[in-house]
């Protein structure tokens, strides 16, 4: 196998987030490119050279491993990083502009009383779910020398993600819509909340996407090295 197909099938091999991926088969090909220049220097033709610079190199399937573990751990850094900011932003968000912004005191002397809990709760999702962020986020960073496992702990943010999703829309319609009377914004601080929050929400989603992608990607792989 000469040296673009070896690394046209390392791309196809590993999946992950596109800049790690690409740095990592740009470094495989110019570490091969190296090898058969200095095989060639020595007297080896050009085919030869890349032959045998491919052959030390070792067979994909025993070096792939080794590249899908960082790409899974990368794209978990990623998401971590993203709920660890989006999240607490997204709450203090919300918190600012509701005193910028208050209902009418009828509205505030009436409210439920499941009301301020479930404030609360919400709250605590959101900020907890941004806590968890951070703790895997030191775990697929610093700590990863004692992680076994990235791939499961990528793809627990990634099912958190989709777990926490669909509560935390739930609390916020509850606490929106629930009342007799709706505490709602007026229409500029609402649009502008509801952008930001929509835009981090889809960020999230796209990377817990990718998250469980690539977790899947990495189970045949890890079987191999096995």
Known sequence: M?????????????????????????????????????????????????????????????????YQTELTASSGRRLGVLMLVSLPITVAMWSVLWRMYPADDDVWIHQPAWFSPVSRLLDIVQLGTALYGGLMLVALGRGARWIRRPRLVTRSLGVLVWATLPITVGLGMLLTYGADNPNTLTWLPALLANLVTSAMWGMQIYCAVRCLRVTRASVPQTAVRA
Do not use: Q
Request: glycine residues 6%; without cysteine.
């Open 2 to 66: 000469l040296i673009d197909d070896y690394v046209t099938e390392l791309d196809r091999a590993l999946a992950g987030p596109h800049r790690t991926k690409r740095d990592i088969v740009v470094e495989a090909r110019d570490s091969l490119t190296d090898t058969a220049d200095a095989l060639e220097a020595e007297g080896l033709d050009r085919m030869e050279a890349e032959r045998t610079a491919v052959a030390s190199f070792g067979r994909i399937s025993e070096i792939a491993p080794g």
